[in-house]
């Protein structure tokens, strides 16, 4: 998959040790729905596309929303995004995605709306 190809060539440049995988890939997820968000961007380059495959940015705030949202024991434990791996990550966003269609939204938008929902 593409998004996790970019993962992977962000961690190589990381001038850090310990490989932060959860990092990467939101960083990658915020800079691409920032893409979507700019009108600019968007308009010339058609990013309004990539709005369906997108993820929901990964944090503690996020995953925290998506746990109560989806009730005891349906997710796993948050392990915190410097040990997010791929296979956690998979789960929450799988969860996102079904939430997101719920409340009429994608699942890039869900961070945004958790936030709000839970502050």
């Known amino acids: 998959m ?10 190589d440049d990381f ?6 995988w959860g990092a990467a890939r939101k960083a990658i997820n915020l800079f691409l729905r920032d ?5 600019y ?21 996020s995953a925290r929303g998506l746990k109560l949202a ?9 392990p915190g995004l410097k040990h997010l791996g791929p296979a956690v990550s998979e789960e929450f966003q799988e969860f996102a995605t079904g939430h997101a269609r719920t409340i009429g939204l994608e699942r890039v938008h869900l961070d945004m709306y958790l936030w709000l929902e839970n502050r």
Not at 15 to 20: A, D, L, T, V
Not at 35 to 39: G, K, M, P, R, V
Not at 42 to 51: A, D, N, P, S, V
């Open 35 to 39: 893409t979507l968000y700019n009108q």
């Open 41 to 61: 961007l968007c308009r010339r380059f058609g990013f309004h596309k990539l709005e369906s495959w997108l993820e929901v940015p990964l944090d503690s705030a």
């Open 15 to 20: 001038p850090i040790s310990g490989r932060p």
């Open 70 to 78: 989806a009730g005891r024991g349906v997710l796993p434990r948050w």
């Open 2 to 11: 593409w998004l996790d190809r970019q993962t992977e060539f962000l961690l």
